[in-house]
């Protein structure tokens, strides 16, 4: 095969460009990601040889003489150089593909690669303690096949999050492989690492889902709400260029389209990175400026936010100068909305983008309703007397630091648990399977929240990420087939999504199925001390009692955990524990039974 199979994978007619930055690491990693998530079922064999000669075109292509392919379509020559394999069209099942040419054969190579099965899980295959010495022994080489394994099993993320990716797990690895008891400091490590990834593979998921729900509008609103957060001291003005283009690299980069998404991704980095005036404002753009090409817009990406700018107000006031915001808004809504958006998100960081658009959503309609009036100053003071932006955020803060201080005062297990009985209760119709994820995602956020970001930062930490589980939710699970409340808020407007579910209350018309002791399989395995089977157990007891009473009360659910644990005691202390199981756990669902007796 040729070496333009790999070349294709970057951006177009920009091989030197690419290579001279990435450097030739950089390079061949960019080179092993494009390759493994196109061609999942090749081994890391197979695509060895390509990028050596991957790499000796991108030194051609640098070179003073550059080869004439150099400037063709990368994406094409790439299509048709996998095709004249018949070894990898046969292993990697792309015959169908290669029979069609021009946008019908790119179409459904978008098409082939978006079916591949993704794979989270970051599976250890070998101990720590093999890891470390294969890590110490080529580095290198341990992070192309991590690389190369995640890649195949997640084709639709972006390049430059994979490798990031790679790179936190190399960092967990220098942590650990020097440790004494490196097998406990990898498995802590890992764990937390590895919500990480979900948390982040999650939120590009989230905004993918948006993008195709809401369009580019909400999307906008998101990412101008996120930047100026993040880069006060930008104008408004250049704030607007600046999230148009991070706009455009969406649809690409969510439909596979890698090519395209490189190419938008550098060209916006690249121009952001250039513009001197914002860089001397911006102190974390300016520091994540100075990274390599690689890592330059993960970097800005997960970049704190900077000081506020010398003499901001401390609250915007929509009613100071009613007169031009509603001359704006008459004119050019958009333009209009989207500078009180970024005066609001500016001056506070410490929002959630969902509060901020809530607040938008209602002052819109103020605006709708009063700029055309005589009286539009007095109009619109009427219309928003009971929206304040922020009391908004104070009150939502509110909410999730009790919410905090909840989760803090029980165990891990305790508060699934009662996040498992909260969503039974609105959604007895769902399987446990779904139950379960949304409890374990529901925790994991709050969990991750209330101790990373205490206090300042807590609302939009936690509702961004309660908002992606949301979108990830109603796009996984047809929420039709849950009930017509779950389905009423999945289709709502974004920001609404979560007060939405939050407002439903216990559905009391479900038909709750008997309940049968054969269901619940309580047995010896209680005993282990394995704690994620224990709360598995936990979780599917209770899944059962509430769906049967969707308004069982708090002592009810108390006196049948006091049941359970006691029943769990003496079972396990018995000589014949399977017998013990087999006589006491009837009886425990038949009491439970006649306790929530509808």
């Known amino acids: 095969m040729q070496w333009l199979s790999v070349c294709s994978l970057l951006a177009q007619n920009q091989i030197c460009t690419i290579f001279t930055e990435a450097k030739e690491d950089g390079f061949k990693s960019l080179i092993l990601v494009g390759l493994a998530q196109n061609l999942p079922d090749s081994t890391l064999g197979d695509l060895v040889p390509l990028i050596a000669e991957a790499l000796a075109m991108g030194v051609k292509c640098c070179s003073d003489t550059p080869p004439e392919d150099c400037d063709r379509d990368v994406a094409d020559l790439f299509q048709s150089a996998v095709c004249s394999s018949e070894t990898l069209v046969e292993k990697n099942h792309l015959k169908m593909c290669c029979e069609k040419t021009a946008a019908e054969r790119t179409h459904c190579f978008l098409d082939h690669k978006a079916k591949i099965p993704r794979d989270l899980s970051l599976k250890a295959e070998l101990p720590a303690a093999d890891q470390c010495e294969d890590f110490k022994k080529d580095h290198k080489a341990f992070v192309g096949r991590f690389i190369f394994k995640f890649s195949k099993s997640n084709t639709m993320l972006q ?144 970049m704190k936010p900077d000081s506020k700018p010398d003499g901001l107000s401390e609250h915007y006031d929509v009613h100071a100068d009613i007169a031009a915001v509603c001359q704006t808004f008459t004119k050019t809504p958009d333009v209009a909305m989207g500078k009180l958006v970024y005066e609001i998100s500016v001056r506070h960081p410490e929002s959630s983008q969902q509060v901020i658009l809530r607040f938008a959503k209602e002052a819109e309609q103020a605006l709708l309703q009063c700029c055309d009036k005589e009286d539009h100053a007095e109009c619109v003071k009427t219309a928003l007397a009971g929206s304040d932006i922020d009391k908004k955020i104070t009150d939502e803060t509110d909410y999730y630091k009790k919410m905090c201080a909840v989760e803090t005062g029980m165990n891990n297990n305790a508060f699934e648990k009662s996040m498992m009985v909260h969503y039974t209760r609105i959604m007895p119709q769902a399987s446990f399977d779904q139950l379960h994820m949304v409890s374990e995602r529901v925790h994991d956020v709050l969990h991750d929240c209330c101790k990373d970001e205490p206090g300042h930062f807590i609302l939009p930490c936690a509702e961004e990420k309660l908002t992606d589980a949301i979108d990830a939710t109603c796009e996984d699970y047809d929420p039709s087939t849950i009930n017509p409340r779950i389905a009423h808020c999945c289709s709502q407007s974004y920001s609404m999504r979560r007060p939405c579910i939050l407002a439903i209350q216990p559905d009391t018309e479900f038909t709750p199925p008997e309940l049968d002791a054969s269901n619940f399989h309580m047995g010896p395995e209680l005993c282990t001390k394995d704690s994620k089977e224990l709360l598995l157990s936990g979780k599917k ?58």
Do not use: W
């Open 159 to 302: 390049p430059h999050v994979i490798l990031a990716i790679a790179k936190g797990y190399g960092e967990v690895l220098t942590s650990c492989c020097g440790e004494a008891e490196a097998q406990t400091c990898f498995d802590t490590k890992k764990a937390t690492f590895q919500r990480a990834v979900a948390n982040r593979v999650t939120e590009l998921k989230a905004l993918c889902i948006v993008h195709k729900k809401y369009g580019d509008r909400v999307v906008k609103a998101k990412k101008l709400i996120q930047y100026s957060q993040k880069m006060p001291q930008a104008s408004f003005q250049e704030m607007g260029g600046m999230v148009d283009k991070i706009v455009a690299t969406v649809a690409p980069c969510c439909s596979g389209d890698m090519v395209t998404c490189m190419k938008e991704r550098k060209s916006l980095v690249d121009e952001v990175c250039a513009d001197k005036s914002v860089l001397s404002r911006a102190a974390g753009l300016s520091a994540c400026c100075k990274e390599d090409a690689v890592h330059r817009g993960s970097c800005v990406e997960a």
């Open 541 to 598: 007891l209770l899944y059962g009692v509430v769906r049967h009473k969707t308004t069982i009360t708090e002592e009810q659910l108390k006196s049948i955990s006091t049941k359970y644990h006691s029943m769990k005691e003496k079972c396990c202390a018995a000589e014949d524990q399977a017998a013990c199981f087999t006589e006491e756990a009837p009886k425990l669902v038949s009491e439970s039974a006649e306790l929530v007796k509808v």
